[in-house]
């Protein structure tokens, strides 16, 4: 099979790519003010061995409550982050807080820390969308082997049975709604998924982004073999951060998602390597995300993650999607778009839930649903070839400012 990823270590390219960028003469007109900003009371911690490691955790997480963390929060088990969280009136220097979180990490037997330290992004949401409140975890279906997973990182999925989603929503099957944690991740009653913004089961909608978003893949698809995983990440007025955004995506690779789909991205003049990290780390998996709305060339003004396939950061499992106009013939006007950094477009305009609505948020689904009929038709294509695919399987379109110079093909075979 062929190796995805990276051949440099993220570090290394991350410095790399830091350089090139701080010598290049990009010239972004986006307002300071649009790009995500540092949350400056939170520090993220990812060490070198994942939490199961609970002598070295609960040292840590004492630590660092000692030196003044009014809370620290774990991702889950098995896997290797955790967030923490200072009283939101201290005025520490955010370099000072790195040190000294750092400092404060258990030194291994060389006395070299056993983690990095990063900070944490705030993420917010480009297109809220409309009110819905749906509380209703599904339980009664099975799994079969023929079904294609797809998490939907996003502000939750209402399961209301008149929304027509109940057939299609994943469950762990090795977690019960008992108020314990069955399956030993150290997250209760994830059975359809979990909401990490609020660390509960991820059961309520009241965003209804995600649920439109998910209402676009099934009704394109039109199987029931796609299961969606509801990973909340997104509170009621579209706010999240980048930590909450790395934990689900780690989540969706620990239950075996095919595809994650992002319909949602930041600015910024360079991103988090934490973010870096994490999408290398599900380098098997396809991810599909939103260019953006604000008609900017995400060549010169980067937007992630829907640019991390650019030449920049070669991560060729994400595809980023631009959206075309209402007669998809050609981009929409508020698409972003970039030569280098956006891979295709797809329809961005569709009526759903009595709504017209237009944002590339809902052109990234209707990539992800014809990934989903590929891996169907092909349950031995993997979630990399169809990715790989799909980048070059387009229809031209002139003057089309993406890698592919084109459009999703509806009608393409992949791999
Ligand atoms: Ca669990
Ligand atoms: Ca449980």
Redesign the pocket.
């Given at each position: 099979m062929k190796k995805s990823g990276l051949n440099l270590s993220p570090t290394l390219l991350f410095l790399l790519v830091t350089y090139l960028l701080a010598s290049c003469c990009t010239d972004c007109p986006l307002d300071e003010d649009k790009y995500a900003k540092k949350i400056p009371n939170q520090v993220v911690i990812k060490f070198d061995r994942d939490l199961k490691d609970t002598t070295s955790v609960t040292t840590t997480i004492s630590n660092l409550k000692k030196n003044g963390a009014k809370e620290v929060y774990k991702c889950m088990c098995g896997y290797d982050l955790i967030m923490a969280e200072y009283p939101d009136d201290e005025d520490i220097d955010l370099e000072a807080r790195l040190a000294s979180a750092q400092g404060d990490i258990d030194q291994n037997d060389l006395g070299q820390p056993v983690g990095t330290a990063f900070v944490n992004l705030e993420i917010t949401m480009e297109q809220p969308g409309l009110t819905l409140d749906g509380k209703h975890i599904v339980r009664e279906r099975r799994q079969g082997a023929a079904d294609r997973i797809v998490a939907i990182i996003d502000s939750g999925i209402d399961r209301s049975q008149e929304l027509g989603l109940t057939d299609n929503i994943w469950i762990n099957e090795r977690?019960?709604?008992?108020?314990?944690?069955?399956d030993d991740n150290c997250l209760?009653?994830d059975?359809n998924g979990f909401d990490f913004t609020f660390d509960q089961s991820a059961n309520s909608n009241i965003n209804a982004h995600g649920t439109i978003v998910s209402k676009l893949i099934v009704n394109s698809v039109g199987s029931p073999n796609v299961k969606l995983m509801d990973l909340k990440i997104f509170d009621k007025d579209g706010n999240t951060s980048l930590y909450h955004a790395v934990c689900a995506t780690l989540y969706a690779k620990s239950k075996g998602a095919h595809i994650i789909n992002m319909s949602w991205g930041y600015y910024a003049k360079t991103p988090s390597i934490l973010h870096v990290e994490a999408l290398n780390d599900v380098s098997r998996t396809m991810v599909v995300a939103s260019a953006g709305n604000k008609g900017l060339d995400t060549d010169v003004c980067f937007h992630f993650p829907s640019g991390f396939n650019s030449m920049f950061y070669g991560l060729k499992n994400v595809i980023g999607v631009a959206a075309l106009d209402g007669n998809n013939n050609a981009k929409a006007s508020y698409s972003n778009y970039g030569s280098g950094s956006i891979q295709l477009a797809a329809p961005g305009s569709h009526t759903i839930l009595a709504q017209t609505l237009a944002a590339t948020s809902y052109a990234a689904p209707i990539v992800t649903a014809q990934a989903l009929r590929h891996m169907i038709n092909n349950q031995n294509a993997t979630p990399y070839e169809v990715a790989q695919c799909m980048k070059t399987a387009t229809i031209s379109v002139p003057n089309l400012e993406v890698i592919s110079k084109g459009k999703l093909d509806p009608g393409s075979i992949c791999p």
């Open positions: 977690e019960d709604e008992d108020g314990q944690d069955n209760s009653d059975i």
